[in-house]
């Protein structure tokens, strides 16, 4: 067995994360955060508590990958089930216990105890849930011919109700596996989101609670542990994934990750899209990769011996690949987990051209306000002074692929100098937003600063509304790269990108070509429907060559193409730009 990195030498090369006795032996909380988690263990609104229940053939198909199988001595080891839900992983995890304690000849009752009690321990928060789970365990236990007294005593030992995050724990797992729960931050209360926070260093920026579920399952692995869990895959790519990441590149093997894109792997449908990882504490090496298999015993059986296999995969099964990922150690990077082609063309295009921002251009997003109702309308119809309104681009005026204003404006409390005007200097204003005081002034923002109860979330500066530019909506699935030309400011949905001495409609070509909507692929989490998420953090990572290095034709060649909406004109010129070959232009045609 490969020796990992072991876990307070990694940590301590890491000083953003934790030590394993904080992670283990939990102090004890405050009361207000106890009563907090006591309101979510009583919660009855499943999404509020992210409980989402895995279908059983997800179910065997992890613990296949991690090989709890009852071909081992499973009962002389440990598996943690870190969110156990009504018990569907128990259920099947104890069948395979008993099983294998059986195979080894399983001796009489007074032992049973002994030797089952520590095989498993899993923690459910939420009291209904737990106490079916326990009743999900009584059943395969009678089923199973156990005693009830026996039978009691040892879901007594395996299963606690309580919060994973902040229970005591040992720290030496050979297995984890589980669906954690899936639970935006507005939806934790704050002094309980603060205590995590306090804890888990990968609950960084909009992190979901999935994350720190997995650094904290992680610390409790044992030397050449496994996890193995089924949760949104956006942490491998997306900016508050970082820490995470890098905790991974760090000190353990991301083994297999397995898209589960477009399979049911759940009882109810997900917006998110979902992955199976299975991760070790053992040194980092290569990554084996599948997508969207099928709900099938007879094909999940041999893609999971597939996945674990010593030797390379068979080339016989095609949705099996085997990658190097660019795990650096100390690297936070997104993952790409694309085809080697279109990974292998990202990868080139990045060693040979600068980064977009480095070539003259900025990417920015448009304003939010904290309330759209009050701050957003008829441009002609908002009572307020013709200085202290813009005319405001929304998405829904960029759905047919050209700029179609629909005549909606926004209030601009902000002068040209970025500060908040003095209301006694505008009349209009004044008493427009006092007529919608308590609707404004009770946002985050107004209550973090009673003083400027009237300022947007974003600051406005209306020297972007004159400026001209690109707008691209966040979320989209067609080419939706549209030329403003200088008259309005962008809404908060609206990512926009300017530029100092590149051609405007050139580099609209560059981004409507198949080549940026790859890049966007890669790095971008997917929405349902196959919808990518055009953001900043992923346009500023596009490659450029600088403007003053473009021959003359290939400049109108790329204009004309923009200016036209041909996308195959946009491609062919785009390639001819990035210099790309026959085969990357094949691969790119694919992807479109």
């Not at 109108?556 to 004109?569: F, G, M, T, V």
């Amino acid at each position: 067995m490969i020796s990992p990195l072991p876990w307070n030498r990694l940590l301590s090369s890491l000083p953003l994360f934790p030590d394993t006795d904080a992670l283990t032996a939990q102090p004890v909380c405050a009361p207000a955060v106890t009563a907090a988690v006591a309101r979510l263990a009583a919660e009855d609104d499943a999404e509020a508590r992210g409980a989402v229940f895995t279908r059983i053939e997800v179910v065997e198909f992890i613990l296949d990958l991690v090989g709890y199988t009852p071909d081992r001595p499973l009962h002389a080891c440990r598996l943690l089930e870190p969110a156990a839900g009504c018990g569907e992983f128990l259920r099947v995890a104890v069948r395979r216990l008993l099983a294998a304690w059986r195979a080894a000849g399983s001796p009489g009752d007074t032992d049973i105890l002994a030797v089952l009690g520590p095989a498993l321990q899993a923690v459910e928060l939420h009291h209904d849930s737990c106490r079916r789970a326990r009743a999900a365990l009584g059943e395969e236990l009678a089923a199973a011919g156990i005693g009830a007294d026996t039978a009691q005593a040892l879901i007594r030992q395996w299963l606690r109700q309580g919060d994973f995050l902040l229970s005591a724990l040992p720290a030496s797992f050979d297995f984890v596996v589980g669906n954690p729960p899936y639970v935006r931050q507005e939806l934790i209360p704050p002094v309980l989101l603060a205590e995590y926070r306090r804890r888990y260093a990968t609950l960084y920026d909009r992190a979901d609670l999935y994350v720190p579920f997995i650094e904290r399952a992680l610390s409790l692995l044992a030397a050449g542990g496994r996890l193995g869990f089924i949760c949104p895959d956006r942490w491998m790519k997306n900016r508050y994934g970082g820490p995470l990441r890098r905790l991974v590149a760090e000190g353990f093997h991301l083994q297999a990750v397995i898209d589960m894109d477009e399979t049911p792997a759940f009882h109810s449908e997900v917006a998110a899209y979902p992955a199976i990882v299975v991760i070790a504490r053992a040194r980092p090496g290569r990554t084996r990769i599948a997508h969207r298999p099928p709900l099938d015993a007879g094909v999940l059986g041999p893609l999971a011996a597939a996945l674990q296999a010593a030797a390379k995969p068979d080339p016989s099964l095609p949705e099996v690949r085997e990658q190097q990922l660019v795990c650096l150690r100390g690297s936070d990077a997104p993952w790409l987990l694309d085809t080697d082609a279109r990974t292998n063309l990202i990868r080139r295009i990045e060693a040979g051209f600068p980064l977009l921002e480095a070539t003259g251009c900025r990417v920015g997003i448009g304003v939010a306000t904290g309330a759209d109702r009050v701050f957003i309308g008829d441009y002609a119809s908002l009572d307020v002074e013709p200085q202290r309104k813009l005319p405001l681009a929304m998405t829904a005026d960029l759905e047919s692929g050209e700029l179609r204003w629909r005549g909606l404006g926004v209030v601009n409390p902000f002068g040209d100098d970025g500060r908040l005007v003095d209301l006694r200097d505008w009349p209009r204003l004044r008493a427009y937003l006092e007529r919608h005081r308590d609707v404004i002034a009770a946002r985050h923002c107004a209550r973090k600063s009673p003083g400027n109860w009237y300022r947007t979330i974003d600051r406005i500066h209306p020297a972007l509304a004159a400026e001209p530019k690109l707008l691209i909506p966040d979320i989209k699935g067609s080419a939706h790269v549209v030329h403003e030309p200088g008259r309005l400011y962008p809404h908060h949905n609206l990512y926009y990108v300017t530029a100092t001495a590149w051609d405007l409609h050139a580099l609209q070509a560059v981004l409507l070509s198949g080549l940026t909507r790859a890049f966007i692929a890669s790095y971008s989490t997917r929405m349902r429907g196959g919808y990518l998420r055009f953001q900043a953090q992923y346009l500023r990572r596009l490659r450029l060559p600088y403007w003053h290095e473009l021959a003359g034709p290939l400049r109108q060649e790329l204009i004309h193409a923009a200016r036209s909406r041909d996308l195959a004109a946009c491609d062919r010129a785009v390639a001819q730009l990035y210099g790309l070959s026959a085969a990357e232009q094949a691969e790119l045609l694919a992807q479109r």
